[in-house]
């Protein structure tokens, strides 16, 4: 979440931004209470939700958390990708530059970047935190 809240106060004009916290079906709403959402909820701007039992995800194709989707004013995909250069790791990344690149109305070389993640519908979900 730092590298959003980052990502997000490099702009001079943030986007409208969600973050999705994939709920299994069946965990109580106990579930969503984080230290990750509290990060989530803090960043200016930013709208946090559950999504229970993974449906907005699937319904945007998203497989792994972390993944960091950007569309422009018509709906079309721009960016699909990670904003971290590693699992856990913090500081500047590909993906993080080609957002701000085309949050800045540039092109970039392409239109993804690595997501370091833990699949979303793995099946040990439940026993971890979100």
Not at 30 to 45: C, H, K, V
Request: proline letters at 5%.
């Amino acid at each position: 979440m730092s590298e959003l809240a980052r990502l997000l106060d490099r702009l001079p004009a943030p986007p409208r931004a969600y973050v999705a916290f994939v709920l299994p079906d069946g965990v109580g709403s106990d579930w969503e209470d984080t230290d990750l959402w509290s990060s989530a909820a803090a960043i200016s701007g930013v709208r946090v939700f559950a999504d229970r039992g993974g449906r907005e995800a699937a319904s945007f194709s998203s497989g792994t958390s972390g993944t960091t989707l950007v569309y422009d004013v018509d709906g079309k995909l721009l960016f699909s990708g990670g904003i971290t250069q590693a699992r856990g790791h913090e500081g500047n990344s590909f993906g993080q530059e080609r957002i701000l690149a085309l949050l800045n109305g540039k092109t970039t070389d392409r239109a993804t970047s690595p997501v370091f993640g833990r699949a979303l519908d793995d099946k040990g979900a439940t026993e971890a935190s979100p």
